[in-house]
Structures are given as C-alpha cells and as structure tokens.
C-alpha cells in the first residue's frame, strides 16, 4: 500500500472500532476495490496467526503456573490488544524466525502466501556498490524501500535486458509487483530470475515465484512440487510446510 491510511482503517475494522455506516463503506470498498481487498486478506490471515500464537502462549503460561501450583485468575492477567500483540511480535524476533505451528485448520492459498512472504534484505549482492544513484536499478530499489511502487516499477522496469544488472531489477520488480498486488506480473518476474543462473538469486525468486502463484489463490503444484522435489533447495522445507497446511 502506498501509505499507512488503508493499513490503519484495516486495523480499526479487525479491531471493531467502526461504526455501523464506516463497516458498511469499508465493506462496498472490498467489494469494488480488488487491491484493498487483497490487502485486507493479507492483514486478516496475519492477525489469525498472533491470535494463535498468542493462545498458545499464554495457554503454556496456565500449565507452568499450575504445574507450581500458582494459578492466577485469567481476569488479573487481562491486556489490551496491542500490549498482546506487542508480546506477539517480541515472541516471533526472540524465535527468529516467522514460523508458527498453526491449528490443525488449513489455510487458503492467499492466507499461506500472506503469512510466508517476507520483504527482501535490499542488497545487490556482488553488484559494483560505486554505481551512481540515478542508475535505474538503485533508484528502483530505493523507490522499493520507502513503498512508493509505481516509481519502483517504472525504475526497475527500465533496466535493460542487456544490462548486467538485469536479473538483479528483475528480482526487485517482482518484489515491487507483489507489494502492489500484481501478482501476475510478479510471478513473471520471478519466473524469469528462477530459470536463470545467477546463483544469488534464482533459488529465492523461485520460492517468491511460488507465493506469487499463491497470493492469487490458484492451482500451483508444479512450482511447489519443483521444491518439493529438491531437498537441497533453501526453501525446501517451506514447501513441505505450506504443502501440508494448504487446502
């Protein structure tokens, strides 16, 4: 999303902080606005996930205390929302890792991408770090960093393909497709660094290539089976994961 203004009225709708006539507005706006509305998915699959963390955590907290026999009433240990999920995410950086064992519900193909995408590191990875900033690909990625899409995608896109940095825009371009939910045009993206061999980045544009499929909710076992089928691969065991858990 271009700005936090979405991301905010999102959180207030999950939070019930609307009224009756602001629920029915954002309600028409998911029916109208495909991008909102996949935003919303995104954020809403998200907020499944610390919910379950959070249950977990505290239910662990009530057996250790009632192994010591120091069971305190659940009505003293209340918090706000956002102190829960403050713990939530304080959990998830001390794991170091976004990983959680889910419930045994399975999860659409949208809900599974939205949970393990992950933004980039933005680095270019053996690129010449002296090349001028007005260069496309560095202006793209900085377009990236700070979420202003459409310049991001307009400076990756015009990097050429005889350019040596091609694959490296085209990596990021589907970065910048993703975050504007064009997913299709990630997918392509991606498709194209995956079937390269530039080592640095073929094997994370495959996996990215995978959640772009999915972020779409379609059919999309030949890339997860080309995973799968490689146990050496570094996203292998995601596959498996997102295999097991998917609908």
Same mark, same amino acid.
Request: with cysteine.
């Given at each position: 999303?271009?700005?936090?203004?979405?991301?905010?009225?999102?959180?207030?709708?999950?939070?019930? /902080?609307?009224?009756?006539?602001?629920?029915?507005?954002?309600?028409?706006?998911?029916?109208?606005?495909?991008?909102?509305?996949?935003?919303? /998915?995104?954020?809403?699959?998200?907020?499944?996930?610390?919910?379950?963390?959070?249950?977990?955590?505290?239910?662990?907290?009530?057996?250790?205390?009632?192994?010591?026999?120091?069971?305190?009433?659940?009505?003293?240990?209340?918090?706000?929302?956002?102190?829960?999920?403050?713990?939530?995410?304080?959990?998830?950086?001390?794991?170091?890792?976004?990983?959680?064992?889910?419930?045994?519900?399975?999860?659409?193909?949208?809900?599974?991408?939205?949970?393990?995408?992950?933004?980039?590191?933005?680095?270019?990875?053996?690129?010449? @770090?002296?090349?001028?900033?007005?260069?496309?690909?560095?202006?793209?990625?900085?377009?990236?960093?700070?979420? /202003?899409?459409? @310049?991001?995608?307009?400076?990756?896109?015009?990097?050429?393909?005889?350019?040596?940095?091609?694959?490296?825009?085209?990596?990021?371009?589907? %970065?910048?497709?993703?975050?504007?939910?064009?997913?299709?045009?990630?997918?392509?993206?991606?498709?194209?660094?995956?079937?390269?061999?530039?080592?640095?980045?073929?094997?994370?544009? /495959?996996?990215?290539?995978?959640?772009?499929?999915?972020?779409?909710?379609?059919?999309?076992?030949?890339?997860?089976?080309?995973?799968?089928?490689?146990?050496? %691969?570094?996203?292998?065991?995601?596959?498996?994961?997102?295999?097991?858990?998917?609908?």
């Amino acid at each position: 999303m271009e700005n936090n203004k979405d991301f905010d009225l999102i959180e207030k709708y999950l939070s019930n /902080q609307l009224s009756d006539t602001e629920k029915q507005s954002f309600d028409n706006r998911v029916a109208e606005d495909d991008t909102f509305a996949e935003e919303f /998915q995104r954020q809403q699959s998200a907020h499944k996930v610390l919910d379950f963390m959070v249950a977990e955590s505290l239910k662990a907290q009530l057996q250790d205390m009632e192994e010591e026999s120091k069971i305190i009433s659940l009505k003293k240990r209340r918090r706000t929302r956002l102190t829960v999920l403050s713990l939530a995410a304080s959990v998830l950086v001390l794991i170091g890792a976004f990983w959680i064992v889910f419930p045994q519900d399975s999860m659409s193909n949208a809900e599974l991408a939205a949970v393990y995408y992950e933004t980039p590191d933005y680095g270019t990875r053996g690129t010449d @770090d002296a090349v001028s900033q007005t260069k496309p690909l560095n202006a793209g990625i900085n377009a990236l960093q700070n979420n /202003q899409l459409p @310049d991001a995608i307009t400076q990756l896109g015009d990097v050429d393909a005889s350019d040596p940095d091609y694959l490296v825009a085209q990596y990021y371009l589907g %970065h910048a497709y993703y975050a504007s939910g064009q997913y299709d045009q990630a997918a392509q993206s991606f498709s194209l660094v995956g079937s390269s061999n530039d080592l640095r980045y073929v094997e994370e544009a /495959q996996w990215y290539e995978l959640l772009s499929c999915l972020a779409q909710n379609t059919e999309c076992n030949e890339l997860l089976n080309r995973l799968l089928g490689d146990e050496r %691969h570094a996203f292998h065991a995601k596959a498996e994961e997102i295999s097991q858990r998917s609908k």
